[in-house]
């Protein structure tokens, strides 16, 4: 499988937030920690982010499921791969529920207090797309009355978070400072960069360019 490297930041930050959420009934009042293996995950978003996790995810032996927008051929690392409207059939067999959908209108409020309700006793959900995509009170109370057995989130609606929000005092939740992108590795800011050389000799040139943005959907355009 050939990594994509821009898209290492967020995927290495996916998979801390799950180690940390693992551990933390183990921390708190349980004897084990939560294994990978044998775990349904359910990754929102199957693109560079979403995929390269799911790849991950499916090494360690989970079962892999993923959720998009539009219908394509299922990869070879997720087991099955459904719409966004299958989400709330899905929610209640899923251990994790990994989000890395962008922040549009359609994804704005997507894990309701109703949804949050839906997902399994006990799973943990991670977040590192946009904050908004999570009613973040709804969370709280899901992880305070033990629902939830942890969530791990990069980024959260309000952002920054004050530092009075309960979300901070929450034992079950780790929140990490939107590090999941940018330029925190080398490779990222070389491959960001080459793209950007590569798109402006195409531009130069009048030929199509790379990764163009529909801004109707808010999606990277597929060709």
Same mark, same amino acid.
């Given at each position: 499988?050939?990594?994509? @490297? @821009?898209?290492?930041?967020? /995927?290495?930050?996916?998979?801390?937030?799950?180690?940390?959420?693992?551990?933390?009934?183990?921390?708190?009042?349980?004897?084990?920690?939560?294994?990978?293996?044998?775990?349904?995950?359910?990754?929102?978003?199957?693109?560079?982010?979403?995929?390269?996790?799911?790849?991950?995810?499916?090494?360690?032996?989970?079962? /892999?499921?993923?959720? @998009?927008?539009?219908?394509?051929?299922?990869?070879?690392?997720?087991?099955? +791969?459904?719409?966004? &409207?299958?989400?709330?059939?899905?929610?209640?067999?899923?251990?994790?529920?990994?989000?890395?959908?962008?922040?549009?209108?359609?994804? @704005? %409020?997507?894990?309701?207090?109703?949804?949050?309700?839906?997902?399994?006793?006990?799973?943990?959900?991670?977040?590192?797309?946009?904050?908004?995509? +999570?009613?973040? &009170?709804?969370?709280?109370?899901?992880?305070?009355?033990?629902?939830?057995?942890?969530? %791990?989130?990069?980024?959260?609606?309000? &952002?920054?978070?004050?530092?009075?929000?309960?979300?901070?005092?929450?034992?079950?939740? /780790?929140?990490?400072?939107?590090?999941?992108?940018?330029?925190?590795?080398?490779?990222?800011?070389?491959?960001?960069? %080459?793209?950007?050389? &590569?798109?402006?000799?195409?531009?130069?040139?009048?030929?199509?360019?790379?990764?163009?943005?529909?801004?109707?959907?808010?999606?990277?355009?597929?060709?």
């Amino acid at each position: 499988m050939t990594v994509r @490297r @821009r898209a290492m930041p967020a /995927v290495l930050t996916l998979l801390s937030l799950l180690l940390d959420t693992s551990v933390i009934p183990f921390l708190i009042s349980s004897p084990y920690i939560v294994s990978l293996t044998f775990s349904t995950v359910l990754v929102l978003g199957m693109g560079d982010i979403g995929g390269e996790f799911a790849a991950r995810c499916k090494a360690l032996g989970a079962k /892999v499921i993923g959720v @998009r927008r539009s219908p394509r051929p299922c990869p070879e690392y997720a087991d099955e +791969v459904h719409l966004l &409207e299958d989400l709330d059939s899905l929610l209640p067999h899923a251990d994790v529920v990994a989000i890395t959908l962008p922040g549009t209108d359609a994804t @704005r %409020g997507l894990m309701s207090r109703e949804r949050l309700a839906k997902m399994k006793e006990g799973a943990v959900l991670l977040n590192v797309g946009r904050g908004f995509i +999570v009613d973040t &009170e709804a969370l709280c109370d899901a992880l305070e009355r033990g629902h939830l057995s942890g969530a %791990g989130v990069d980024v959260t609606d309000p &952002e920054p978070l004050p530092p009075t929000h309960r979300l901070w005092n929450i034992p079950t939740a /780790v929140v990490t400072p939107h590090i999941s992108g940018f330029y925190h590795l080398r490779e990222t800011h070389e491959r960001i960069v %080459g793209i950007f050389l &590569e798109n402006l000799r195409h531009f130069q040139a009048g030929e199509p360019l790379r990764n163009l943005v529909d801004f109707a959907t808010g999606y990277r355009k597929l060709s």
